[in-house]
């Protein structure tokens, strides 16, 4: 089992996991991490940041969907042009 | 759930836009043949079944950044259904699977020296390339490694004292990377497929050297990270959906153990993988009229006025073999290194190039069985008539031609090889990163990389083939 190295480089203020001492750049990702691999040992004030950090995160990824969408959309018609003019 | 609905119909609404583009890629490919006659024209542009290919890679990664559900993941990934363990049925394969290799082993050597020197008809050219380089690796990643029951120099060494010296840990797995780079290398200088006691000698070479690291160093850390032939059967088999855990025999879905992060645990690992995809794209690209005519420029430059042209081609084969790799290697690399800054991460870019490499090898299986499903379908029936008989073989053995549209399907094969790659690659980047658009950032660069590989192997299907020159 090869375990995930980290880096921090130096003059950062990394935010460290208490229960692991993995370092993350921002509050938000300790919090998401703490909820995902340390559950159990959570208290409720915790559980709570985690649940809100989620709900950020939700709507984060719902706006990276709608682009995604739109490139998926922007290639789709590109090819469809494309093949129209260049396929024989 | 609304919620759910909006997202199934988004899914269902992309799968269909992917499958169109697939469709047309498949389409564009018909009319080709991987054999060496001239092949009809392309209906479309060169640069527009490229593109296609390039764009279903990165449409299926966008795709695949829609499925953000941790649990969904995660259970597509646990589910294994255990069979029974049996122990003693697997002891015999074992004894009975080595027994046979060790004899079939001393008879390919033996037939290749007195045999017909005839590759089509010879038991040791038939085993060698239409059964260990092209079968038993389709074996391996579509159904289970077969290998550890089968390798014939691990049973040798059973009799044999060994463990002299301690396997230095500093060497990793890198002599495997130089043993399967000097393998290719020997199948393209030598040849080592057309004339039976030639192949003969390379097999005896390759015994005395696995034989004699196994006894110096301990059969198993010699098999486990330095035979090239062990660890390449050990990655294929990877993909495989037969997996032997602590044990007992599991069958999972295809590929995702590649999100495991004990597949890959050193660098010399990664290399390994992508030396397994470089070699693939090399021997391709050497057997086109792109690849003849690079080493025929470079024989007949002013070069020649210095060196002979044989020699002057062997070194230019073995440049654009090492040079190549390094470039394959590197552009993986970097790929780690840009994404870490893309995901503003304090995770080594090294940890995220292990994490990311196992996906890889399901590029590398797709590439093998595009490279040699129609070889091991043209020759099978040689192979099996040269098996039954192996002392009087047929002198004009019956040889298949694959039809027209297996080229298609080995275009299949490169794409789908990629795109469970990328499936991949997203579920082991979620395992990695907490926050899950830091996930999805970090596979921009090797989604990227997936491109170009994909790429390069579809321009190499679509190039007429030819016989690599200066090359007795």
Known sequence: MSTVQSAVPPGDSPAVCQYCDEPFPTEDRLTLHKGLNHWPDLTEAERTDFHDARANERDALGSFRLRALACIVAVYFVFLFLYAIYAI | MPTFGIRFGAQVLAWIAILTVLADSVAAANGMTLSKQPREALAIPRWLYLATGGATIGASALLASFVTDRAFIYSLHSRSVSLPRMPAVRRWI?????????????????????????????????????????????????????????????????????????????????PAIAGILTLVWVEVIFPVSTVPRVLAT?????????????????????????????????FYGAVAPIQLRDGSV???????????????TDSSDIAFIIALIWELTYSGFITTTAGAQTITTVVESPLSAVMAATPLAVLAYTTLL??????????????????????????????????????????????????YAGLLVSLSPALTMAVVSPLSPPANPLVLAPPNWFTALSIAFVLVGHLLAIWEAHASAYDLFPSRLAAIRSQYPFVLVMIGYTIVSLWLLSLPGATPPYLG
Not at chain 2, 202 to 229: K, M, N, Q, R
């Open chain 2, 250 to 264: 599991e069958i999972i879905l295809p590929g995702s153990d590649l999100a495991q992060s004990d597949v890959v």
């Open chain 2, 94 to 174: 074992g004894v009975l699977g080595q027994t046979l290799a060790v004899v079939g082993l001393c008879l390919m050597v033996f037939l290749g020296y007195t045999g017909p020197q005839l590759p089509s008809a010879s038991l040791t050219v038939l085993v060698t390339f239409v059964g260990v380089r092209a079968g038993l690796p389709v074996v391996a990643y579509l159904v289970g490694n077969p290998w550890p029951a089968l390798n014939p120099w691990r049973a040798i060494t059973t009799i044999l004292p060994t463990g002299f010296y301690e396997y230095p840990d500093s060497f990793d797995r890198w």
């Open chain 2, 322 to 371: 090492v040079i190549g790799y390094v470039v394959f290697l590197a552009a993986y690399w970097y790929a780690g290194t840009i994404a870490r800054r893309f995901t503003d991460t304090y995770v080594t870019s090294r940890s995220i190039a292990l994490r990311l490499a196992p996906p890889l090898l399901a590029i590398a299986a797709g590439y093998h069985l595009a490279h």
């Open chain 2, 202 to 234: 390379a097999i005896l070479g390759y015994s005395l050297y696995t034989i004699a690291g196994a006894v110096v160093f301990g059969s198993d850390a010699w098999f486990e990270h330095a035979d090239p032939i062990t660890v390449l059967f050990r």
